[in-house]
């Protein structure tokens, strides 16, 4: 048990619909992390938190997504107007707050028709 | 920008037959190399960080080594159990992202 759940793990919706990811670390962690994960490639980051403050965002995340993470607790990715290339695992990650390592969940999987 | 590449993209091998997996890494200010093992359809899976060229890690048969420019993941007799995908990440200065490359995918038949 790594100390993440994500919800939902599945996710099949249409081209053009809002989706939303849900991820619950064990306790309250400083550094929250998200990561989007196509097929036959690495992990790649998306964009991470520091208590309720999103502090670094990568390029991949174009205006279609928002992420928070209210009360510094759990957090939310929203990807708006989906599209075909949306399809990929979603990551969140915590860290451990000694040593930062990043320990994850086990994904959510979208699929955009 | 950081950059890694990991070789080869896929291993077979056979029950017992040790080998190395290669992770090569370009980062400003290295602030750990981490390793994860990934199953199909789950997430990654923390083995193990390096910090320092010299450092050593051991878990079970795996075995990680760092350089100043490179990361080895030994495997040492691998039972079938070890198949798996293994990615390399390194975490650079400045920031708490980690870049992962695209993985070895270990298959190790019976």
């Known amino acids: 048990d790594t100390g993440v759940s994500q919800d939902p793990r599945h996710k099949i919706t249409k081209r053009g619909q809002n989706v939303t990811f849900r991820c619950d670390p064990i306790?309250?962690?400083?550094?929250l992390y998200w990561y989007r994960q196509t097929l036959g490639q690495g992990p790649e980051f998306l964009t991470y938190f520091q208590n309720e403050a999103q502090l670094e965002k990568s390029r991949l995340l174009s205006d279609r997504f928002s992420a928070e993470r209210p009360k510094g607790s759990f957090s939310t990715l929203e990807i708006q107007r989906t599209e075909q290339g949306d399809s990929a695992m979603y990551l969140c990650?915590?860290?451990?707050?000694?040593?930062?390592?990043?320990?994850f969940g086990e994904g959510s999987r979208l699929t955009v028709l | 920008e950081d950059q890694v590449t990991q070789s080869p993209e896929a291993l077979r091998l056979q029950e017992g037959e040790s080998s190395s997996l290669n992770c090569s890494y370009t980062v400003s200010g290295l602030r750990g190399l981490f390793w994860y093992r990934q199953d199909p359809g789950k997430g990654p899976e923390f083995l193990f960080t390096?910090?320092?060229a010299g450092e050593e890690k051991e878990k079970e048969r795996l075995k990680a080594t760092l350089t100043k420019k490179e990361s080895f993941l030994h495997i040492t007799a691998p039972k079938p159990e070890d198949s798996a995908t293994y990615l390399c990440?390194?975490?650079?200065?400045?920031?708490?992202?980690?870049?992962f490359g695209k993985g070895t995918k270990l298959s190790v038949i019976p």
């Open positions: 990440a390194p975490r650079g200065a400045g920031s708490y992202q980690l870049t």
């Open positions: 306790s309250e962690h400083n550094r």
């Open positions: 390096l910090y320092s």
């Open positions: 990650a915590r860290d451990d707050v000694g040593t930062g390592e990043l320990f």
